[in-house]
């Protein structure tokens, strides 16, 4: 009997050595890049993200930030937490409306919203 609580015990430690390191899903069963916790290689699909309505996004408890979801309605998109899980800050990701826009701008500010640099370095507009 205690041989095997001891095999038991020796397999469970042996078999938790593997836990934390990184997964990859992949078909040709190629190891992740060291870099990265979790990568999917695929030549034929990609990664769904959940849908919900935009009400279901707001209605998410204390969301991480950086959680992304796909917003079906309104102004549809991927939108990710850019706040903090007791005040998120839902931005979309990769939004048309980054950056002045040709049709003109609304709500900018004169500090955080011009057309230069930041680093007190020169400004030139030219032709090449």
Not at 24 to 35: E, K
Not at 39 to 50: A, D, F, M, N
């Amino acid at each position: 009997m205690n041989k095997s609580i001891l095999s038991f015990i020796a397999f469970c430690l042996f078999s938790t050595s593997g836990f934390g390191q990184a997964v990859s899903i992949s078909s040709d069963g190629s190891a992740p890049d060291g870099s990265a916790m979790l990568e999917i290689k695929s030549t034929t699909g990609g990664i769904l993200v959940p849908r919900m309505t935009q009400v279901q996004r707001a209605a998410i408890s204390n969301p991480a930030v950086g959680l992304i979801v796909y917003q079906t309605d309104g102004d549809s998109g991927l939108y990710f937490n850019h706040g903090t899980p007791s005040t998120p800050n839902w931005v979309e990701y990769l939004s048309t409306d980054i950056g002045f826009q040709f049709g003109g701008n609304s709500n900018i500010s004169d500090t955080l919203d011009f057309i230069g640099t930041s680093d007190n370095s020169g400004f030139s507009i030219g032709t090449h």
